[in-house]
């Protein structure tokens, strides 16, 4: 008994994306600063989505030995994703809402002296 062959399709590059394979369409875009690099945002995404969008995989250290840290659960409860936006530290990269023109810096350690976290 013969099989008939399955011939592959070439990969389609307007499906590749998440965005390309529910067919949405770009929103409002912005500029964001992150660590002194303009960013661009779009409408919606929070903070860890920018920074993954632009290949930026770490945006924290660890109190203790420095070692680089970013999103790991993606849902606010590891706090691996800590970034200072606007001046305040320890915002949750993966909650928190990318707004236009917000400042967002890798954040060291807990941030600052008085607040451990």
Do not use: K
Not at 63 to 80: E, L, N, V
């Amino acid at each position: 008994m013969s099989h008939p062959t399955h011939t592959p399709r070439p990969p389609n590059p307007d499906r590749r994306s998440p965005r390309g394979l529910v067919g949405g369409s770009p929103q409002a875009t912005y500029v964001l600063r992150f660590d002194g690099r303009d960013l661009t945002a779009q409408a919606g995404q929070s903070i860890a989505a920018v920074l993954w969008a632009a290949g930026i995989l770490a945006w924290r250290t660890t109190r203790h030995g420095g070692a680089p840290r970013g999103a790991f659960c993606g849902i606010g409860s590891c706090y691996d994703c800590l970034v200072t936006v606007n001046g305040r530290p320890n915002q949750r990269a993966c909650l928190v809402p990318a707004r236009p023109g917000d400042v967002v810096t890798t954040q060291e350690g807990t941030g600052r002296a008085d607040l451990a976290v």
